[in-house]
């Protein structure tokens, strides 16, 4: 129950200003197959030229996580929060009942980032913004939890109003991590940059595989990557 995601066969906006791929269905990209992996309902993969940005507009009911790549990203919203987040660093907003925010690139470099969209637990929650500094000599060779609603990472990752986990590693040419895929449990997984194998499947930069049966995964690495993974709960 793997199942592999192309960089070249993802959705696809291009905006001038914005160069977008989409892992699931989004906007105009429609893919009756590729809507969602479990509570897991967007992975976009956007960069965004210098001085531009996604002007205020609405959210509600939808876990926001901003993995940014490289560059950095200024996030402004109606409850009157503000913040740049750099590269390696996120910020998370639980749009709850409702938020209107803007995100801008106020660098002289184009900004990459992964936008990840989780589907709360249930409707409602307070909305809210927060940012932290994830260095990435802290996840040398294993996966760290960066975002959660999971009890056990309640010090140590911004919260989420899901139990589901996002994970980060930054991982050395021939080293080999694991994780471990609960029954009920889905995941997907990006590198951010360099090559991998998951269970003997070759996963290349921006490439996504979704993985829909639990047991071990197995990260074997061909080149030195940093490696998104997320691990959500199935659907009801």
Known sequence: MLDLRLFETLGRAEFGWLSARHHFSFGGYHDPNRVHVGALRVWNDDRIAPGTGFDPHPHRDMEIITYVRKGAITHRDNMGNEGRTEAGDVQVMSAGTGVVHSEYNLEDQPTEIFQIWIIPDRSGHAPRWDARKFPKADRSGVLVPLASGEARFKEEALPINQDATLYAGTLLV???????????????????????????????????????????????????AEVILVDVPELN
């Open 174 to 224: 021939g080293q080999t991590v694991t994780h471990e895929l609960k029954p009920g449990r889905k995941a997907y997984l990006v590198p951010a940059t360099g090559n991998l194998t998951v269970n003997g499947v070759e996963v290349r930069s921006r490439d996504g595989l979704a993985i829909e049966q639990p047991g071990r995964i197995e990260i074997g690495v061909l080149d030195d």
